[in-house]
């Protein structure tokens, strides 16, 4: 089977544009394409991806996957588990370390529920 060659067709609404207006219409275009995916990654995470900022922070493995099973238990993993354990740390004046192994021993997670309880905090 041999494809119609329809170019001509297609690229008459391109035909008289310059090269750098074919440039910023190519740009534009690929924004459009790349925006609901830049979207959806700043909008959702993963316990994956929270474990590893968990991580980062300083946590093991076991820890981070437990705060990370905490945060999902109480609806909170949207928040982001790094984001949890820096706003305890923060709000009851601790070390970062400190309010993560508080959280992974089952402890101070009422104070959480209560710091995000306004919403997108």
Not at 75 to 102: F, T
């Amino acid at each position: 089977m041999k494809r119609k060659d329809d170019f001509e067709t297609r690229r008459q609404h391109l035909i008289n544009l310059t090269e750098d207006q074919l440039e910023a219409r190519f740009w534009e275009l690929a924004e459009k394409i790349v925006d609901p995916l830049v979207e959806l990654a700043y909008k959702q995470t993963s316990p994956s991806i929270e474990r590893s900022v968990l991580l980062r922070m300083g946590f093991s493995s076991l820890e981070a996957t437990s705060i990370v099973e905490g945060a999902i238990d109480r609806g909170l993993l949207g928040k982001g588990a790094g984001h949890l354990v820096y706003r305890l740390s923060k709000d009851y004046d601790m070390s970062i370390r400190e309010a993560g192994l508080k959280l992974v021993e089952g402890q101070m997670w009422d104070e959480v529920m209560k710091i995000f309880a306004g919403g997108d905090n």
